[in-house]
């Protein structure tokens, strides 16, 4: 069994008092948030853990607590956090919140190449702790929360300093301390972004580019009928029935199926009888649509454009220079630059600064397929030159025909990764 540390539960505005106290005595403060986004369809922020000056506090956020002065303070603290994205975000969503700087022990984690950087793995592997994982997918919006509940907020930042202590040891011995910072710092101008907001494309799921008119008009449909009913049983989207199940019904209408032949093949689990009847109005209202009338997408981001030959050619090259770098420092290649990244480095070399973080583009930058005398670049320079274009090197690049012997034929896959499609099957 797990020694679970002492903390002090705060859900009554005078408990806040010992919390502000600590904070203004200390520069750093252990973070880390609960949330019931797998219960609510409107994401809230649940539960603060906190671990200031040898004392852990667990702050009720859904108490009726002015937290204002817990922010202003918070604002003008290192953090140390584990995975700080989603907590980020979800602050800045709630309050506007931007941390000053932080750790995020599972950044630090990934660029040590551990194989498993979760909390519970690293906790584990250094002190010997399990932490309930059973209580990672609760709901921590109901109230009381339970003992066990509390415990394991508590476990969750009580070792977060001494995991930082000895994540920041092995950074320094590899030299990659000033890496860490510059994600880290990454991270929080991400977060600052929020989460995406509504958008009215955002029912073109997965292979929804597959569908024809028909199905797109009925996926329209199917989409916000769902959106309907999760906020009115306040769950999230995917506990009405999921994203498969909704491409599913928008083939059946390519294939010409008619409202109620798609209602009777499927079962929309324990609240199909009150589901089933808004549904086949959807349906309907789906199939009649003029398919025109639906929302136009968006015009294509310049950096979502194909890439040429020549640019794919340099997207090969580039990523067979970034493996390389990769295997020699035993790291995760796309902690150097992922997919996506590689074609905006393709599309436009000269601002490879503006895509990747310092310690990433200057790994890459002396690497050939960005250098000048780079075979390949003399040749895409000589048959510029010979059509009277003057070219810069970050317009270099080469085709198929003109690749030196041994080089990788350009590949036709320009995206990062194949765009997620959220395809959870229907809960029953």
Not at 378 to 383: F, H, I, L, Q
Request: proline share 6%; hydrophobic share 40%; with cysteine.
């Amino acid at each position: 069994m797990n020694a679970t540390p002492a903390y002090q539960l705060i859900d009554r505005p005078e408990q806040l008092a010992p919390l502000l106290a600590a904070l203004d005595r200390v520069q750093e403060a252990s973070l880390d948030t609960e949330a019931d986004n797998l219960y609510h369809y409107r994401t809230r922020v649940c539960l603060l853990q906190f671990y200031v000056d040898g004392e852990i506090y667990l702050v009720d956020v859904l108490a009726p607590i002015d937290l204002k002065p817990l922010w202003s303070r918070l604002a003008t603290k290192h953090l140390i956090m584990h995975g700080s994205d989603f907590d980020v975000r979800l602050l800045y969503d709630l309050c506007h919140f931007r941390p000053k700087s932080l750790f995020d022990t599972m950044l630090a984690a990934q660029l040590l190449n551990r194989q498993r950087i979760g909390l519970a793995a690293l906790l584990e592997e250094h002190f010997g702790v399990e932490l309930d994982k059973d209580s990672q997918k609760a709901n921590w919006s109901k109230r009381p929360l339970t003992q066990r509940l509390l415990d394991y907020a508590a476990l969750d930042v009580y070792y977060l300093p001494r995991l930082r202590d000895l994540l920041t040891s092995e950074l320094a011995v590899a030299e990659r301390l000033e890496w860490l910072d510059q994600q880290c710092q990454r991270q929080i101008e991400a977060g600052t972004l929020g989460f995406p907001r509504d958008d009215e494309n955002g029912w073109r799921l997965g292979r929804s580019e597959r569908l024809r008119p028909t199905g797109l008009a009925v996926l329209h449909a199917v989409w916000h009928w769902r959106e309907e009913w999760a906020r009115k049983l306040d769950v999230p989207p995917f506990k009405v029935t999921g994203n498969e199940l909704l491409l599913r019904i928008a083939e059946s209408a390519d294939h010409g199926l008619s409202a109620r032949a798609m209602v009777e093949s499927m079962h929309l689990g324990k609240r199909h009888d009150r589901l089933a009847p808004s549904l086949l109005q959807a349906l309907e209202a789906g199939l009649a649509r003029d398919p025109h009338t639906l929302p136009r997408r968006r015009g294509r981001d310049p950096n979502q454009q194909p890439l040429s030959a020549d640019e794919l050619a340099l997207q090969d090259r580039l990523k067979t220079d970034r493996d390389r770098i990769a295997a020699r420092l035993k790291l995760d290649p796309t902690l150097i630059a992922n997919r996506a990244q590689l074609a905006q480095v393709a599309r436009a070399p000269d601002k490879v600064d503006q895509v990747l973080l310092p310690w990433q583009s200057g790994l890459l930058r002396n690497e050939p397929a960005l250098r000048a005398d780079h075979p390949a670049n003399r040749v895409a320079t000589e048959r510029a030159e010979r059509s009277g274009k003057t070219v810069t090197q970050g317009e270099l690049s080469f085709d198929e025909t003109n690749s030196p012997p041994g080089e990788k034929s350009p590949s036709t896959d320009v995206s990062d990764q194949t765009d997620p499609s959220d395809d959870q099957l229907e809960q029953t």
